[in-house]
């Protein structure tokens, strides 16, 4: 399809709405010439795996100290800014800053119900520009920090069900403005269904909506997605979908909506989205309904999905899954050669208490970097910054016992580094970090 054809139909699904007056309102995107076809169908070569080497220039091993004011448990959230790592974790409701060495700084504020203090923390966003930290918390609001832990502000007192409609939410701070994002489940409409219905939302300083980003694959939907939403009333298999996936590689603000084939790129000149990848596969999707639902049978799975995405100097990478099958492919910005690495995994069953249906999900999906400057392979468990992947190691995990059995049989010349770090970690440890800083 002719690339102007297919930015106009593009352009055309992007809808933004003013939260002044809850009216939607048509942004006008002209066609975008540079827009990139990346075709999953057709001329794909299959390849065994991926050198990290492509995409990254070096990674570096991070022990994270342990003190008595630094002891962490398992990992909830983790950002690498510029000359920090903040990450929580889930012992506890604190953000800790450490230094690319692992020196542990500080923390960001207290908790507790006093002044400048919180409680249920739910996630944390870096303004590296600025030197500030926001925290959202489920009941308290978003308070604002510097990088030494001191209290600023409180930007809002809203409760998280007054900011969103969905609860499964987030803050991220892009540019030094900051963004909200939702995803089904859909709770509880504050204004009118269609305007409750965003993935996206532009704050301003006192996190007031200023403007919110629909995803094209709810449009016409709204009253299904209203009448399978989550009541938490009894049972119900209501419908729920993955996040909104981000990417900030080079500076720029890209994402991808589930459930459509488009990755768009923020312009802050015009404050919106325009398309800037358009995904062509011809793999079937399944039906809307079959396929959203929360507790999903085997059958639903079965379907061919893009999971995530990363973009880096050379290369567009996406992750799908279909059924079993674990698909990761790369797509070489200049010349729209594409690679698929195929794998597998397995789809296994968890039972929950008080729900007649038991929760499927995948279980150890493998990745398709080889880490040829340490040897094993390099998951990517977090993207940060634009600027860095970093995959995480907890003390104690069969992760770190298989990672240590490929090292001591790896020919890799700097493998020893890797596996004299993973062997002394014992049940008091921090995790150990990989930081692999992108070309």
Not at 49 to 62: C, R
Not at 160 to 180: D, G, I, S, T, Y
Not at 189 to 208: E, H, Q, R, T, V
Request: aromatic content about 12%; overall charge negative; glycine content about 6%.
């Amino acid at each position: 399809m002719n690339k102007n054809i297919v930015s106009i139909l593009l352009s055309c699904l992007l809808l933004a709405c003013s939260s002044n007056n809850n009216n939607n309102k048509q942004v006008e995107i002209q066609s975008i010439d540079s827009l990139s076809v990346i075709n999953l169908s057709e001329n794909v070569m299959s390849v065994s795996s991926y050198a990290l080497s492509e995409a990254v220039e070096k990674v570096d091993i991070v022990e994270l100290e342990v003190s008595d004011e630094s002891l962490l448990g398992e990992i909830r959230q983790l950002e690498v800014s510029s000359n920090d790592i903040w990450v929580t974790s889930y012992k506890d409701e604190l953000i800790y800053r450490f230094n690319h060495e692992g020196k542990f700084l500080n923390k960001v504020g207290k908790k507790g119900q006093g002044a400048g203090e919180y409680v249920n923390l739910w996630n944390f966003a870096v303004d590296d520009e600025n030197k500030q930290i926001y925290v959202l918390t489920a009941s308290m609001g978003v308070f604002l920090y510097d990088y030494a832990g001191n209290f600023i502000r409180k930007v809002t007192s809203s409760m998280m069900n007054k900011m969103f409609q969905a609860n499964e939410q987030r803050l991220q701070c892009v540019q030094q403005r900051p963004f909200l994002f939702q995803n089904l489940c859909l709770i509880e409409p504050i204004n009118n269904l269609k305007d409750s219905l965003w993935s996206i939302a532009l704050l301003d300083k006192d996190f007031n909506k200023t403007k919110i980003f629909k995803n094209p694959a709810h449009l016409g939907k709204e009253e299904l997605l209203w009448e399978n939403r989550a009541e938490y009333i009894g049972w119900k298999n209501y419908w729920a979908e993955i996040p909104t996936r981000t990417d900030f590689y080079g500076g720029q603000f890209t994402m991808k909506y589930p459930d459509t084939d488009t990755i768009y790129c923020y312009k802050t000149d015009i404050e919106s989205f325009v398309p800037l990848y358009s995904i062509a596969c011809t793999e079937p999707r399944g039906n809307y309904g079959e396929t959203h639902q929360r507790f999903k049978t085997r059958s639903a799975l079965s379907y061919f999905r893009i999971q995530d995405y990363k973009e880096t100097k050379g290369y567009v990478y996406l992750k799908a899954l279909k059924g079993e099958k674990v698909l990761t492919y790369a797509y070489n910005r200049e010349s729209g050669q594409v690679r698929v690495v195929e794998q597998s995994c397995k789809i296994l069953e968890r039972k929950r208490p008080g729900m007649p249906k038991p929760t499927l999900y995948y279980a150890d999906i493998p990745s398709a970097f080889v880490n040829d400057f340490m040897g094993g392979q390099f998951q990517l468990d977090y993207a940060s910054s634009g600027k860095y992947w970093v995959d995480v190691f907890n003390s104690g995990s069969d992760e770190v016992d298989e990672m240590i059995a490929v090292l001591k049989k790896s020919t890799n010349e700097r493998s020893d580094i890797l596996l004299k770090s993973l062997t002394k970690m014992n049940e008091d440890s921090n995790p150990l970090l990989l930081i692999a800083t992108l070309k």
